[in-house]
T-cell receptor, first 109, second 111 residues
Framework: GQSLEQPSEVTAVEGAIVQINCTYQ??????LSWYQQHDGGAPTFLSY????GLEETGRFSSFLSRSDSYGYLLLQELQMKDSASYFC??????????FGPGTRLSVLP | EAQVTQNPRYLITVTGKKLTVTCSQN?????MSWYRQDPGLGLRQIYY???????DKGDVPEGYKVSRKEKRNFPLILESPSPNQTSLYFC??????????FGPGTRLTVL
């Protein structure tokens, strides 16, 4: 079957750095995406990795290791508004997308 | 404004009563998709479409139908809803890049 694993919850303080890991097992792999979802809202796109390495977008960075079937999202200089759920997602065969169960990030003052 | 719209946003219905959730995008995207979101399970793909008249099953297609007669619209049809289809549904679209744009969601309750 296809599965992605993420920690269910992470807590950090304002200004800190937090890393959210994602491991995947899917039939086919084109790339790993990350989405943010605030309570009551829709998911919004954060980043995408198709190749190994680090992609940086402002305070957010995302890393991929295809050989390890592993990636992570790194959030720096945490702000209260970063409190949300974060989902990793794999584009598997064709354009079938498989999402992880989500990680709820709580940022404390 | 570029957006994905869904209607209705909230729906309470009864078992067996056919319903349709509409999805429309104004970005001329070729790819559209439906997901359901349940606590602890993340988003699960129901159906997706790579273009007009081209649809394919996602991971949880049972009990759902879709159609793609026009590029902008991708309705989700539940011919005989059951309580296990109570969920939060999201429509999404994308074009070329890997960024999917999600609609605001439809919260469906089947009694």
């Amino acid at each position: 079957g296809q599965s992605l694993e993420q920690p269910s919850e992470v807590t950090a303080v304002e200004g800190a750095i937090v890393q959210i890991n994602c491991t995947y097992q899917t039939s086919g792999f084109y790339g790993l995406s990350w989405y943010q979802q605030h309570d009551g809202g829709a998911p919004t796109f954060l980043s995408y990795n198709a190749l190994d390495g680090l992609e940086e977008t402002g305070r957010f960075s995302s890393f991929l290791s295809r050989s390890d079937s592993y990636g992570y999202l790194l959030l720096q200089e945490l702000q209260m508004k970063d409190s949300a759920s974060y989902f990793c997602a794999v584009e598997a065969y064709g354009q079938n997308f498989v999402f992880g169960p989500g990680t709820r990030l709580s940022v404390l003052p | 404004e570029a957006q994905v719209t869904q209607n209705p946003r909230y729906l309470i219905t009864v078992t067996g009563k056919k319903l349709t959730v509409t999805c429309s995008q104004n970005m001329n995207h070729e790819y559209m998709s439906w997901y359901r979101q349940d606590p602890g399970l993340g988003l699960r793909q129901i159906y997706y479409s790579m273009n007009v008249e081209v649809t394919d099953k996602g991971d949880v297609p049972e009990g759902y139908k879709v159609s793609r007669k026009e590029k902008r619209n991708f309705p989700l049809i539940l011919e005989s809803p059951s309580p296990n289809q109570t969920s939060l549904y999201f429509c999404a679209s994308r074009q070329g890049t890997n960024e999917q744009f999600f609609g605001p969601g439809t919260r469906l309750t089947v009694l």
